[in-house]
């Protein structure tokens, strides 16, 4: 399946409108802009939009995509996924409404958000986008009808302004003067965060990263200059994991960037199965700022 063309795609060297051309397969795709800067795209199907030495920020390597990708595909965070389409799907306008998942990861709640639009008879041009190529390997092969692209956040976002109707931020960080530039008038922004406690149960025992406080106001803030609160709700999903869904779920976060697997799997042997524990997250829709700050 090709990747959706008509989102307004923007050359990373000169901001001039990319165009997608097709090739017949095994031949990759391309995005090319008027003055000839190319992008052929991966085998897998996403696009490197990173030119140049690229980014200083260490992105999740393959073992961790990996651990991501098998514990969501186990279904245990589909309350989430089903509860960020919910909060999408309303907001979607027009003949072809747009979205864009920031920091996409595995592709998992793009899935989710584009089969639930669909099922509402919706069909959405969707981006998906990710510093980590290793993640976007699995987007790719999970969401082959979205744009897939390898990209910084902290850059300028590759989109033309006013393009698309929803930006979704799961666990991802957030670039909000961009989000607010890429959103169409009436558009909305889904960001899924954990909350205090999210996990408590297993976070020491797998040696995971405590949520770090005064966190949220520091985001609030960060928020406050572009986007306003619409709602916010909590999904708290109780979970009864194995030991492995567990070092799964511990090695996918930031811990798996300075710890080893095997130290995480090492920890939790002896403890009983099944280990409960709840994830806890907050949802919250952010409506923009008018320009004059209303
Ligand atoms: C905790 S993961 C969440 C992934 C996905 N949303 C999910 O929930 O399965 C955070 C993601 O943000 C990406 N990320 C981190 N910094 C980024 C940046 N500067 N630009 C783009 N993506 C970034 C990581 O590569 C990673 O895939
Ligand atoms: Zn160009």
């Known amino acids: 399946m090709p990747p959706t063309t008509d989102l307004p ?31 052929d795209a991966a085998r897998q199907g996403y696009f490197n939009l990173l030119v140049g030495k690229g980014t200083a ?50 592709g998992h709640y793009l899935r989710e958000l584009l089969d639930t639009a669909a099922a509402h008879g919706r069909t959405v041009s969707a981006a ?26 902290w850059q300028p976002l590759p989109l033309a ?22 959103l169409r008038p009436g558009g909305r922004l889904v960001v899924v965060t954990p909350r205090e406690g ?7 025992l797998a040696g995971m990263l405590a949520i770090e406080e005064g966190k949220d106001a520091r985001l609030a803030a960060a928020m406050a200059r572009h986007f306003e609160v619409e709602e916010s709700s909590d999904v708290d999903i109780p979970l009864a994991l194995n030991r492995e869904d567990a070092a799964a779920l511990a090695f996918m976060g930031p811990a798996g960037h300075h710890t080893d697997r095997d130290a995480i799997v090492a920890r939790l042997s002896g403890i009983p199965e099944p ?7 907050r949802l919250t829709v952010f409506r923009p700022r008018l320009p004059d700050g209303t």
């Open 9 to 39: 795609l923007l050359c990373p060297v000169c901001s001039a409108p990319l165009t997608y051309t097709a090739a017949e397969p095994p031949k990759p795709g391309r995005l090319a802009c008027a003055a000839r800067h190319s992008f």
């Open 57 to 106: 920020f260490k992105a999740d390597s393959a073992a961790m995509v990996d651990a991501r990708f098998n514990f969501l595909s186990r279904g245990h965070y589909r309350p989430l996924a089903q509860a960020v389409a919910a909060a999408v799907v309303p907001v979607l306008s027009g003949d072809r409404p747009a979205v864009l998942d920031s920091g996409t990861g595995t």
């Open 128 to 153: 998906g986008l990710d510093i980590s190529k290793f993640a976007l390997r699995r987007a790719a092969r999970l969401n082959p009808e979205a744009m897939n692209l390898v990209w910084d956040i």
């Open 161 to 182: 302004a006013n393009s698309v109707d929803v930006v979704t931020v799961i666990f991802a960080p957030r670039n909000a003067a961009e989000f607010a530039r890429v």
């Open 198 to 204: 999210h996990l408590a149960g297993i976070a020491a």
């Open 275 to 281: 280990l409960r524990v709840e994830a806890k997250f």
